[in-house]
């Protein structure tokens, strides 16, 4: 199971950090994503850290604004988001890909 967390209303230019935290198995052992999906658009990757430690990697939209983490001992995943424009508004999800395990989704909308 996922659940994220941490969504909500910002202003552009601000800043939010989302979490996934995850049960049945640990985040260490599969390579974590985030993705997200605006209204009337499909979903797709925002960022992704493997399993195996290698660095991560960032849709091209989001680079130098996101940052992925893991926390093993909390088994959770974050996703840092500094910088907010209105086009990151969104849904996002979290997933567990060597599961294709997805969570309900949090709410990020930037808007003044």
């Known amino acids: 199971q996922l659940v994220e967390s941490g969504g909500g209303l910002v202003q552009p230019g601000g800043s939010l950090r989302l979490s996934c935290v995850a049960s049945?198995?640990?985040?260490?052992?599969?390579?974590m994503r985030w993705y997200r999906q605006a209204p009337g658009k499909e979903r797709v990757l925002v960022a992704g850290i493997s399993s195996g430690g290698g660095s991560p990697t960032y849709a091209d939209s989001v680079k130098g604004r996101f940052t992925i983490s893991r926390d093993n001992a909390k088994n959770t995943v974050y996703l840092q988001m500094n910088s907010l424009k209105s086009e990151d508004t969104a849904m996002y999800y979290c997933?567990?890909?060597?599961?294709?395990?997805w969570g309900q989704g949090t709410q990020v909308t930037v808007s003044s």
């Open positions: 997933n567990a890909y060597r599961y294709d395990y």
């Open positions: 049945g198995f640990t985040v260490v052992a599969t390579g």
